[in-house]
């Protein structure tokens, strides 16, 4: 009686995440492994060419090697900007810090596409700073800003940063002070205090920040559209257009090398942060 | 050495003001240019008009995209929800692989790339033709399970058993312990998951960008159209404004009900 009554609590979740969820992603996994077709979604002979033409072509490597690099600008301008207000925000008394953490999720709850379009009047060729420098006599002809790989950093920067910053300040608010008063106390300096104690231990917070900017800016078609325009386009803007032109099979195939960069991507970050190392050791 | 401690002071707070400006400012923007009462948006605004907010209740598509993001992020956000919450209450005391396995599934559309799950959906959709409205709530009820599964089970955990215990000794059976006894005890975890998916589904793009159709398209992707093929125009920036004002509400609204402290404590 008991486990049956389990079950139907169980149940529904389940049966939702199996067909909405995993059903469609192994669906697109075999998809990705045939031939493209003129007349259907996909061919009727398997084949494992959609992944070598993707792995083969220069262009996607190009790509590729784009996305990576944009996305370890955003990483590393987020770590650098984040770290710094996390530690204000974890200091601050606990209901100014409630404030604050509440400023800081109220811009995630603003839809992307509002962020980003805040951006593009911000920085359009009649935007607010073109036009703030024309008035100042700064520069005599409008700064070509959006449609820029730089725009799409810096805005997809300042849209992920607060889940870093509320990330590494969690960690940062619940960690045991008495960690750093026993390092002063026995004479570190507050610059060593911070590099071998507080740092080491913020690590699970800096990790989980880490890897939710790296993934939420692998997927964000729109942001890097609005910013980049046709010239900075990413591995995802060509699942899009894969999909858009009706190649079923090669869009399926990029989807897959996209998540597999993810999964590599996070074991990487995983192994350097190491955030294992800190937690269940008590705090 | 008290040097240095102002050194870290110094560049504790610049970094926070910098972040600030940097997060806030581009919202801010929309909000001040929603309000221009010329054609195009200048800075500082040369005054203050609600004529881009006529314009888009005057525009059909617009009207429309806004209600039916409204009635998409309700109906997510209840089956969402509800869903979570029986997936949380399932597992909260069960230990082993299958546990950790079930909870692994209900937690990964979180971390999974929306992108990807969006061209499977809309794959699997084209081959067993779904109609556009199910589908597009069916995918928003997978991106917002997580949220509720989290916070009811955050919750769910952080209940004394012998609570139920007690209710069953005293003679109530497993639904009426549910419903009388954990349900109302956990009320303020399934409140939050219910805030946190409404919201996602509200703004969320990545899979509605392939799941929308002709007429039925969500207020984000009337957006982001908008701004790829008509260029900036202000009636834009009072769409933003109201996507921004209606969350504004909403999170007022649960302040007064709950409290906003119980929600984020809950996450």
């Known amino acids: ?222 942001t890097i559209t609005l910013l980049g325009g046709p010239r900075s386009k990413l591995l995802v803007s060509m699942i899009y257009d894969g999909v858009t032109a009706f190649q079923w099979p090669h869009a399926a195939a990029l989807s897959f090398i996209l998540l597999a960069l993810a999964l590599v991507l996070t074991g990487v970050i995983l192994g350097v942060l190491r955030p294992a190392r800190v937690q269940g050791t008590g705090r | 050495m008290s040097r240095r401690r102002t050194a870290g002071r110094a560049i504790r707070g610049t970094a926070a003001a910098i972040a600030f400006v940097l997060i806030l400012v581009p919202i801010v923007i929309v909000v001040v240019a929603a309000f221009s009462p010329k054609d195009y948006f200048d800075f500082p605004p040369s005054g203050l008009s609600w004529r881009w907010f006529v314009e888009f209740f005057r525009l059909e598509n617009m009207r429309g995209a806004f209600a039916l993001s409204v009635e998409l992020a309700l109906a997510a956000a209840t089956l969402a929800t509800v869903l979570g919450t029986l997936g949380a209450l399932f597992l909260v005391r069960r230990r082993g692989p299958l546990a950790t396995l079930l909870q692994a599934l209900f937690l990964a559309p979180l971390v999974f790339p929306t992108i990807v799950l969006g061209v499977a959906l809309l794959l699997l959709y084209k081959t067993v033709g779904m109609p556009v409205f199910p589908g597009l709530l069916l995918a928003h009820c997978v991106i917002g399970m997580p949220y509720g599964f989290r916070t009811v089970l955050a919750s769910a955990q952080a209940l004394d058993p012998a609570l139920e215990e007690a209710g069953q000794s005293l003679g109530a059976g497993p639904l009426a312990t549910l419903l009388l006894l954990t349900l109302p005890l956990v009320w303020p975890g399934v409140l939050s998951g219910w805030l946190f998916a409404f919201i996602v589904s509200f703004g969320e793009l990545n899979a509605a960008l392939f799941l929308t159709g002709p007429g039925v398209t969500t207020l984000p992707i009337e957006i982001f159209s908008y701004l790829q093929f008509q260029g900036s125009q202000l009636v834009i920036a009072a769409a933003s404004t109201l996507q921004i004002a209606l969350i504004i509400g909403l999170v007022a609204l649960i302040e007064r009900l709950v409290g906003i402290g119980r929600i984020i404590r809950a996450r």
């Open chain 1, 1 to 222: 009686m008991k486990t049956r009554w389990a079950l139907v609590l169980a149940a529904p979740p389940l049966a939702i995440a199996l067909a909405f969820f995993v059903v469609p992603v192994a669906y697109l996994f075999w998809v990705s492994l045939h031939q493209p077709s003129q007349s259907e979604l996909y061919g009727a002979a398997l084949t494992l060419g959609n992944y070598a033409g993707i792995l083969g072509d220069s262009f996607y490597l190009e790509i590729t090697r784009r996305t990576l690099g944009v996305a370890a600008a955003i990483l590393a301008l987020c770590l650098l900007v984040g770290y710094p207000v996390a530690y204000f925000v974890a200091l601050l008394p606990a209901r100014r810090r409630m404030l604050v953490t509440l400023l800081l999720l109220f811009p995630l709850m603003v839809s992307n596409v509002v962020r980003a379009y805040g951006w593009i009047a911000l920085l359009a060729r009649r935007g607010v700073i073109n036009a703030g420098l024309e008035g100042l006599g700064v520069i005599a002809a409008p700064l070509e800003l959006l449609y820029t790989t730089p725009a799409v950093v810096v805005g997809l920067m300042t849209i992920l940063l607060p889940y870093m910053v509320i990330s590494i300040a969690n960690t940062l608010a619940a960690l045991d002070r008495r960690y750093e008063e026993a390092a002063q106390a026995l004479g570190a300096g507050p610059l060593r205090t911070f590099l071998h104690v507080t740092l080491p231990l913020s690590m699970p917070g800096v990790a989980s920040g880490t890897l939710l900017v790296l993934l939420l800016t692998l997927s964000a078609y729109v």
